[in-house]
């Protein structure tokens, strides 16, 4: 008996995809203000606080703070107060939950600190294999081969090299293509525009106390 173990040796990509875009449908922010509601498109980016607080204070009839030793926006109006709906999807992004919140005082502050820092990981994936891995999105055995770290800013080369040795185990005992795709901490498929490489190793590992176990069977079998 045999089975694949796959590694990842080494890979070369490009972070060139945003934190907030269309794509991973986060660019939203509706909100309404005397009676009239907005919604408003982020164009996309990878923003700083600063600059994120600035686009939105472009798009919106909002003034917009941000606290760097609390890591929160405020947002107020010096008119009316306002309520920044559910409808928004950035909410993760303006350190709110997924709630409409109003404004008190013509006043609002986000519950909890801002997250412009993207995904954390890189989800390697070949959906048409079996692995022994569990997939912390579905909680699932999955095709899910590789969580590679991003530890470096956007618009910079990812540089990995498996310097563990760690292997996975696939189940099935015939490969013939691998279909590999990347995902982000959301489980949304990342679209590489720019070139880039992956090494990938596998072995095929014996069994050899089945093979013992088999050749004694065979053996008693002939007596």
């Not at 412009?116 to 055995?141: E, K, M, P, V």
């Amino acid at each position: 008996m045999f089975r694949f173990v796959m590694s990842i040796l080494q890979c070369s990509i490009p972070i060139s995809f945003y934190v907030i875009s269309s794509t991973k449908s986060n660019n939203i922010f509706n909100y309404t203000m005397n009676a009239i509601t907005y919604n408003i498109t982020i164009p996309d980016g990878s923003y700083t606080a600063i600059s994120l607080k600035t686009k939105l204070q472009s798009l919106t009839l909002l003034t917009i703070s941000f606290d760097s030793d609390s890591n929160k926006f405020t947002f107020s109006n010096s008119l009316y107060d306002f309520t920044i709906n559910s409808a928004t999807t950035c909410y993760n992004q303006i350190g709110f939950y997924n709630l409409a919140y109003s404004s008190v005082s013509k006043s609002l502050t986000s519950v909890r600190g801002i997250d412009l820092a993207g995904s954390r990981f890189l989800y390697i994936y070949c959906n048409n294999i079996h692995t022994s891995n569990i997939d912390s999105y579905s909680g699932q055995i999955s095709g899910l081969i590789w969580a590679i770290p991003l530890e470096i800013d956007s618009f910079s080369v990812l540089n990995y090299t498996n310097s563990s040795n760690y292997h996975t185990l696939i189940y099935d005992s015939i490969i013939s293509t691998l279909k590999i795709k990347i995902y982000d901490d959301d489980h949304d498929l990342i679209v590489l525009d720019h070139d880039w490489c992956m090494t990938i190793e596998m072995h095929l590992i014996v069994d050899k106390s089945y093979q013992m176990r088999n050749a004694l069977t065979h053996s008693e079998e002939e007596k």
